[in-house]
């Protein structure tokens, strides 16, 4: 399929709106602070509507119906269970954070366990977002493959490049005010597609539509098999284990991941930033829920249309029908959405991958540098966090047979988070962790992952190692396992060899918001918001 005249001049006046928003934020950039956090002057809606573009990317556009119409709906809970985790979020984490760090989530990591605790985190983090990167450049690249036959290489860095340029030139404002646009994008074309397939002439009948994929199990939410011979399963995990998978994963996102936790310290004060994270969080469940109901919807319109078989692989259902059965015009808006999706998720990583560079590490090596050359090594980080992410689009592009990408990203994002979860919980949610065990804690879970992921069994029972004790659980539970060993593994330890706490060990737990809320109330202040401007007042002192 070639794309129309209309549909080029949608798509460039799209990117051309987009660009025109990052040059235009560029010229205040001008401090790292203002770089990395927009001096946090970024209002409740547009907070909202940041973290919903970043988390909503073309893996969710792609990979979700790809997922529902081969498999059904088997993540539709856990995606729905996000809402009630912010909740938690929203009260504890994010005012937390604001009081504690400037820039980079692994502040709090190395001010509570040192330096080699925020190497670990942060390194993990990295690991882990640039992955998450180059998934969003394949799904992307998949779509326009589809589409339009453009080489699959040439759009990934074709587009890599553009959303590099324009981060660079930005910063976290131009990443805030690009995905207000962006989730606009995103929301108005989920409903467009959902749309045509119900009602699509070629099948004259919403129902049977529906009835035909309900009948195949294309709404099913899983397996809800609890027993426990499903655990040892090695093929596609009950809904309680992915349940467990996407908690956990949500948990370690919103709680410790830096793009974020970024987003939580750009808004002006810390209810914007907690309504703003919970907003962010509810918007995703319509979303979610739209793209899942379109690809079982997908499954029941090619089985009744004649002529017809689909496509060749689950994850090219979506761009499939976007180049047989969108017309003109409309196709454009959705490949800016597709685009955007994309986009949106891909300024968000890079910034946030450049801030952790920047802070965690040169800031810490050479700490007599300049504001000029701190923002300027920023930049360079954020492009070369692009050129990563495109390597690895390009290594993940699937074959006719490989599981779905959004079942195979979900396993490799949880051993990657590298038991970041459970070292934050170590901190936050205890006084008595210290640095020792936090350090015991953190060799006993890379061991555990290193036996785990050389002794797992693959589909035909094979492993890498054999150590006679080897993993025999769905692979998926691996990185779950390692949040809980090392926050139990290091609590042990830190009871039992001691270690050094930092002198006001209160000020980096969970005690610390329960403090600041105390002090307020008998002030006859609601909240944190003004204890943190006396925070902040001490500090400058």
Known sequence: MSLKLLDFIIIIVYLIGIASIGLYVSRGQKTVRKFFTADRSIPTWAVMFTIMATVVSSATFVGHPGTVYEKGMILLIPHLMLPVLLIVISIWIVPFYRHVVRMSAYEFIGERFGMGGRIYTSFGFLLDRTFDLGVTLLTTSIALYVLTGWNPVAVILGLGFFTTIYTMAGGITAVAWTNVVQGIF????????????????????????????WEAGKYSIGNLDMSPATIFDRGTPTLWIFLLAYMVQWGRRYVTDQHLVQHYLIAKTDKAASRGAFLGACALAPIFLIFMFIGGSFYGFFELLPNDPGPATPDEVMPYFLMHYIPTGVVGLILAAILAASMSSISADLNAVATVLTNDYFSNIFKNTTEKTKLLFGRFMVFCGGLAAATIAILLVPTEGSTPLMERAITIATILSAGTLGLFALGFLTEKSTRRGAYIGIGVCVVYTIWALLSQADADGNRLVNFGINWNLNPILIGVGGHLILFFSGLIASLIFGGHRPENVGRYTIYELKRIRERNATKGISGTDEALDSDEESKKE
């Open 186 to 213: 995103i929301s108005v074309s989920a409903v467009l597609i959902l749309l045509r397939i119900l009602f699509a002439p070629e099948i004259g009948d919403p129902g049977a539509i529906i009835q035909t994929a």
